[in-house]
Every structure is written in structure tokens, then in C-alpha cells.
């Protein structure tokens, strides 16, 4: 037998050995959670139905059932806080939204996670939580220095355009994170393609009252100036700050994009602007980084747009003001679970390198640095890599400021805001309007009260805070 | 040798309609109320792509593709097993306890009868959602969440007053000698109300428990709120997978499909009852 066919029967058999033995010897403590059943619950959204491709593979690796409840989006917080508040230990582990971390951990409806983590009986060796990016795994699920939950994928808000409608149009789009996408860009780019009578709107904007604190923030964060950032909201005081010239052009920038809008657009939400989208009849809309494959890239169920788009972050507003956002869904094991060995079990395997970079195939978006470098994530969302450094150096977690009363305050963004765009009022009465309803939630909360010196710190001025390493977490 | 063009009526045979316009509006009319429906299921047959096609496709390849999901991927028939149990069930017990009532309220003067009968009323004026959290707590400290058992007495209760209502009306309809000879002759009051007035009831309650049931079937807030994974109904189901942040339309229109198909077999079934029902009490004798 030659060199050769001795190597090639050699790495055969070694192959067979590796495939044949397991990718991580379960531990005692694992071992001993079969034949148990965790209930998950879950909004239907692609990034979850991904993971739920990987339910059987972890059933029958560690013999712990899997249930998912998936309920409407729309459903979700309603059905999640009253199982929460009731402590009815229905379900193992939630879906969180990075919005909401404050309110459930400050209620005490999650469970922290580092003393899991740190937990050699349930997580596995090379588990490594140091491979999150920082910032997402503390803009996700640290709140008051304690991690409670992890993320199974974090990205900014966009926008995505047909190249080809644009090509058609005479010019190309630009790169992400080109200077030259600017908010004045983006209007006369829609404005050049908009044409209504042959189905096609220059962009599919999501005006809903309930979606202002999504789909209009990161107009608000770019029409700062580099002297403004940090105050669009509040001071060092906490006083509200929004009644100001840039919160009412950010608003009047909003409202321009109507004129692209079909008359009865004032409750379309991501659901409407990304039909229409899809459909082929919208030149651009809004686009969240972890919907992309699910909403406009997946050639069997979106055939009139796949492969045709380009995916470009919010644009630049008139200072060179990019918005940093940070949006993340992660996983939070109940504090009234009776199974929360198991559902951590689970959690920790679901997201591992391994799991979260098999993931990427499917639609899941990635949080680890290991995720964003792997081939997998490079083939079949190609669109992923370009985010990597904004994710670490650029975007700000507290964007939606981590307060319990960051709920309300978005609320009150949407309704003034969305009654701006029915006409009921103008930009400047919605300006004052939401200051005073945003100091009337502050009052409430205890913000003003004379004296108080725990008030909690402003992270986002100085975002050392969630650049600590992952393991430095309580 | 030709055909003579006139025809011989007989004076005894029916008029007649000359009125074909009638018939025009009236095709016009189902037209205008079918056509979407028509439309949604068509889209349940279509692929992914074709259902979400901005220009409208009459014509298509079929694809089972959306009920593959529904069916296979997301084992939604037990969802409809689950709603199948609890509607008829919730359909049978308020329909039962509710005809007893309707029948003392319809029969018999005691004092405060008006005010029960308004009551019964009110119950049904209540906004879902301002009873969900207590009725939350109450299933919780009952062990009734995620039950089918708690959705039956749920929607039994809150169906009586509907049916209590609706059967109050069309008891009164029936004159009261009919019992009271058979009384005459014997009878219990129970008996004569088993033998003579429940008989001529009967198409009336097939249209109150037609109504009920799909009350039942399509009920949505409290099968979100208080089920999970185990006696979820249809309704839940079909929005948490037809409808996520974006919309699968060839989902949603399959997910219709299978939840009308048994209430439209179902009223065609008992067809000639409801209108038989709904028309009971339409002329005084």
C-alpha cells in the first residue's frame, strides 16, 4: 500500500472515529435531566423558527424534551408578562427583548445566569462566554451588573432597496455605512423611483403607533449633532429632553417618506411595509439585520425580491449622525420554572459555536465573534460580516434607554407620533406633547424626588460599561 | 314539420317569475360576498411565492406545500381536535342548562324575573379583556390553565346568556295550552315539556347552538391567554404560525381553510333547522 492510499484510509478512519464519538461528553448533572420536558415560550419570528430546527438534535443528545409555544408577535408581551406576574412556572424559559430586560429583571421574573455559566455539572467545556461580543451579550442580558439572559442574535435596524430597480433608475446604491447614504440621499433616491400608477412606491415606511419606537428612532438618533448625542431623550438629570428643533425636523423627516405611502398607511406595521415589499411594489423599506434572510432573502417564499436587494444601515442624518442601534432577542430562564437545570441545558447547547454557527444556515443571526467568522455565516447571510465592527465598537445598548419606564415612554413616542402622521397634530405640539407625558412616567417612577442619589447610571455616555468582558458579569 | 313555438300552462301552475333581475343582483351579490372567500382559498394552494405575487394569479400550479406545514410541521390538527372537543362540548352544555333557564324565565313569574333576565344579559356586554386577569388567576388557583376541561366550563359560561336570551324569545312563542293539555292528560310538567314543547323548539335550538358553536370555534382572546401547548384551539394556532412579523399569506389562507371547512359543513348540514330556526317566531299565529 502506497503513501498515499495509506494517509486517505488513515484519515478515513479517523474521520469515522470523530464522527462516531460524540461532539461533547454530556456530564453527570446532564445525564441526569433526561426524560424531562422544558417549555419554551416563543413569538413567531424566523429567528426562533431557525432554532427550532435544532430541537430533535438536542432531544436526543441529552433526552430533554423540548415544547415551543409560539404565540403571535402582537400577543407576546401580554401573554409573557402575565405568566411572569402570575408566576404560573408554565414555561422553563422566555423569549426576552432587549426593551424589555429592565422591567422583567427589576420585577424579578428572570433568573440569573453567570452562577449556570459558571456551573461545570450543565455547561459544557468549551462553552466559552468570553466568544460574545461584548456589547451584545451586556446590551442583551446583563441589567444591574447581573447577566439574565443570553442572546441568540443582536444587529441594528436598516434598510434594505432593489439594486435592480435602482439600476434601472440610473444609479447605484451605496456601500454600508457610506457617508454618502445620507437621510437626503435615501428621499431623493425614493423620490426618483416612486411611481404609484405602476405599482411601485418609492419606500414602504411602518408608521403603526406601536412601531415608532422601532422603525422611527433611528431617524430621532440621526439628526443629532455630535454635541447632542446622548441628550436625545434626557439630561445627566434625568429631565426629559425630546422638545427640541432636532426631535421635530427627525419627526418632519418621518413624515416626508408619506408622500411615498399609499392613504390608508398610517397603521401599517413590519408585517404591511414588508408584504409590499416582498411583492415587488416598494423600492425600499425598513429592515431589522436578524429578518433579513427570513423577510427578503430566502429565494423559495420571497422569489420577486431575493438575491436583488441591498441591505444598508439607517441613513446618515444632515451632521453625519449614524443611529447606533442595538436590537437583540435572547433567552431568559424563569424564575418560577421547576425545571431550570434543564431549560439552562438547553439554552447553554442552543447557543454554543457549534449550534449558533449552524444556525446562520437557517436564518439565526449570530452573537458570538466565533459566529460572525464562520463560513456558514459568510455563505448564507453574506450580509452579516459588514455589521461585525459597528456591533463592537459603534452600537449603543442603551439606545432605548434600560429603564423600567422605557415601555411607556415608547408608547407615547408612537401615539404622538402616529397623530402627527393622520394630521391631527404637528411635529412641534407631538415634540411637546411627548415631554410632557415622557416627565409625567419620569415623576412617576421616582426619577425627581429631591435628594435621591440612586438614581441609575446613564451607561450609554460612556459604553466602557458593556465592553466588559462576558465573564465579568455577576 | 315544425314545432309550434307557444306553450300550453296549465291556470293551476305556479306563477312564473318574470323578474329576472332579481336573479342578476342576487349572483352579483353572492358573487361580491364569495369571491374573497374563493381567493383566500386558492391562496391556501398556492406556493410561497405565488401567494405573495403582487399581480394576482387565477391560474396556478396547485401546491400542498402550506397545509404540508400547517399539518405536518406544525401538527396544527390537534389544535383542531382540541377546538372540535371544546366547541361541541361548550356548544352542548350551554345549550342544555341554558334551555332550562330560558324555559323558567319564559314560564314562570317570580320576583326579580326581569332583573335576572337583564342580567343574563350584561354578562354579555363584558369586554373579554377586562375579566381576563381574574379569570387568569381563577383558572390558576383551579388547575385549569392549559385545560380542555377549563375552556369547556369557560366558554359554557360564557355562552349561557346568549342562548338564554336567544331561547327566552322563542319559548314565549309557544303558547302555553300546549303544555297545559298535555297536563291535562297526565303529564308531568317535565314530561310535557319533553313531549310537546321540545319538539316544536327544536329547530330553534339547532340555529342558538349553530350560533354558539361558532362563537366557541372562533373564539381567540382566552384560548391565547389560557392555553399553552396542550389544549391551544385553532384560533391561537393559526395566527402564532400564519402570522409572525411578516404575513405567509399561502399559510393564512390554508389556515382558513381548515378552520371554516367544519363550520361550513356543519351549518349545511343543519341548514334547513337554522333557517327553520331563525324564521320560528317571524309570524304570529
Not at chain 1, 462516531?20 to 424566523?46: D, I, N, R, W, Y
Not at chain 2, 385545560?147 to 336570551?165: E, K, N, R, S
Request: aromatic letters at 14%; proline letters at 6%.
Amino acid at each position: 500500500m502506497n503513501m498515499v492510499k495509506l494517509s486517505a484510509v488513515t484519515a478515513a478512519g479517523l474521520s469515522l472515529m470523530l464522527l462516531a464519538l460524540p461532539a461533547h461528553a454530556q456530564t453527570e448533572a446532564q445525564k441526569a435531566l433526561a426524560g424531562k420536558t422544558v417549555h419554551f415560550l416563543a413569538p413567531s419570528m424566523p429567528q426562533f423558527a431557525a432554532l427550532a430546527k435544532f430541537f430533535p438534535e438536542f432531544e436526543e443528545k441529552y433526552g430533554i424534551k423540548v415544547v415551543v409555544d409560539e404565540v403571535p408577535f402582537e400577543n407576546y408581551r401580554q401573554k409573557s408578562l402575565v405568566e411572569m406576574q402570575q408566576g404560573t412556572g408554565t414555561y422553563d424559559f422566555f423569549a426576552v427583548d432587549v426593551m424589555w430586560l429592565a422591567e422583567y429583571a427589576a420585577a424579578g421574573f428572570l433568573e440569573p445566569l453567570m452562577p449556570y455559566v459558571k456551573n461545570a455539572d450543565l455547561t459544557d467545556a468549551d462553552y466559552d462566554i468570553d466568544d460574545f461580543l461584548p456589547r451584545v451579550i451586556s446590551g442583551t442580558g446583563v441589567f444591574n451588573d447581573t447577566l439574565y439572559t443570553l442572546p441568540i442574535g443582536a444587529g441594528p435596524v436598516g434598510t434594505t432597496f432593489r439594486a435592480d430597480i435602482a439600476e434601472k433608475a440610473g444609479f447605484k446604491l451605496p456601500e454600508r455605512f457610506s457617508p454618502e447614504f445620507t437621510t437626503k440621499y435615501m428621499y431623493d433616491a425614493a423620490k426618483k423611483v416612486n411611481n404609484p400608477e405602476s405599482n411601485m412606491i418609492g419606500f414602504a415606511n411602518i408608521p403603526g403607533r406601536w412601531f415608532w419606537g422601532v422603525t422611527y428612532l433611528p431617524y430621532l438618533f440621526a439628526y443629532q449633532t455630535p454635541e447632542t448625542k446622548g441628550d436625545e431623550y434626557v439630561d445627566k438629570d434625568w429631565k426629559i429632553t425630546i422638545n427640541n428643533e432636532r426631535t421635530v425636523a427627525s419627526i418632519d423627516y418621518f413624515l416626508s417618506l408619506k408622500e411615498f405611502m399609499p392613504a390608508d398607511s398610517a397603521n401599517w406595521g413590519i408585517g404591511e411595509a414588508t408584504a409590499v415589499y416582498q411583492a415587488g411594489n416598494a423600492f425600499g423599506t425598513w429592515n431589522y439585520q436578524d429578518f433579513v434572510k427570513g423577510f427578503f432573502e430566502d429565494s423559495e417564499t420571497q422569489a420577486k425580491v431575493a438575491g436583488k436587494n441591498v441591505h444598508l444601515h439607517t441613513p446618515a442624518g444632515p451632521d453625519g449622525v449614524i443611529d447606533p442601534w442595538f436590537g437583540a432577542w435572547s433567552l431568559g430562564v424563569s424564575k418560577d420554572s421547576k425545571n431550570k437545570e434543564a431549560a439552562w441545558t438547553f439554552m447553554q447547547w442552543v447557543t454554543s459555536k457549534d449550534v449558533q454557527a449552524r444556525a446562520t444556515q437557517y436564518g439565526a443571526g449570530p452573537s458570538r465573534h466565533s459566529t460572525y467568522k464562520s463560513e456558514t455565516l459568510a455563505k448564507y447571510q453574506p450580509w452579516w460580516p459588514g455589521v461585525y465592527d459597528f456591533m463592537l465598537k459603534e452600537t449603543n445598548p442603551d439606545e432605548r434607554v434600560r429603564v423600567p419606564e422605557w415601555a411607556e415612554i415608547s408608547d407615547v413616542m408612537g401615539e404622538e407620533g402616529n397623530r402627527v402622521w393622520i394630521g391631527e397634530i404637528d411635529s412641534k405640539t407631538a415634540a411637546a406633547n411627548m415631554e410632557k407625558r415622557m416627565t409625567d412616567a419620569m415623576r412617576k417612577g421616582g426619577y425627581y424626588i429631591p435628594g435621591r442619589s440612586d438614581l441609575p447610571k446613564q451607561q450609554w455616555r460612556d459604553l466602557t460599561y458593556y465592553d466588559r468582558l462576558p465573564s465579568e458579569w455577576n | 314539420m315544425k314545432k309550434p313555438t307557444y306553450s300550453i300552462e296549465s291556470p293551476a301552475a305556479p306563477l312564473v317569475q318574470r323578474n329576472w333581475w332579481v336573479y342578476v343582483v342576487l349572483t352579483l351579490v353572492c358573487l361580491v360576498n364569495f369571491v374573497p372567500y374563493l381567493w383566500v382559498v386558492m391562496t391556501g394552494f398556492m406556493d410561497g411565492a405565488s401567494a405573495s405575487s403582487a399581480t394576482p394569479a387565477w391560474f396556478f400550479t396547485p401546491s400542498l406545500e402550506a397545509f404540508h406545514y400547517l399539518i405536518v410541521e406544525k401538527g396544527i390538527m390537534k389544535n383542531f381536535f382540541n377546538s372540535v372537543i371544546v366547541s361541541l362540548a361548550s356548544t352542548f352544555f350551554s345549550v342544555t342548562i341554558g334551555m332550562f333557564c330560558a324555559y323558567a324565565l319564559a314560564r314562570y313569574d317570580f320576583t326579580g324575573r326581569d332583573d335576572v333576565s337583564f342580567w343574563v344579559l350584561t354578562n354579555r356586554m363584558m369586554p373579554p379583556v377586562a375579566v381576563l386577569i381574574p379569570i387568569f388567576v381563577t383558572f390558576q388557583t383551579a388547575g385549569l390553565l392549559d385545560t380542555l376541561v377549563g375552556l369547556v366550563i369557560l366558554y359554557t359560561a360564557m355562552q349561557l346568556p346568549f342562548v338564554v336570551w336567544m331561547l327566552t324569545g322563542y319559548f314565549r312563542d309557544i303558547p302555553r295550552r300546549y303544555e297545559e293539555s298535555a297536563m291535562v292528560d297526565g303529564d308531568t310538567w317535565f314530561a310535557a315539556f319533553r313531549k310537546v314543547t321540545l319538539p316544536l323548539m327544536m329547530p330553534s335550538i339547532t340555529a342558538t347552538s349553530i350560533f354558539v358553536m361558532i362563537l366557541s370555534w372562533n373564539e381567540f382572546a382566552f384560548a391565547t391567554f389560557l392555553t399553552s401547548t396542550q389544549a391551544k384551539t385553532m384560533p391561537p394556532a393559526i395566527m402564532a404560525y400564519s402570522i409572525g412579523a411578516d404575513i405567509r399569506w399561502n399559510v393564512l389562507g390554508a389556515a382558513v381553510v381548515l378552520i371554516t371547512a367544519p363550520l361550513i359543513l356543519f351549518v349545511l348540514l343543519l341548514q334547513r333547522q337554522l333557517i327553520s330556526g331563525l324564521s320560528q317566531g317571524t309570524v304570529r299565529k
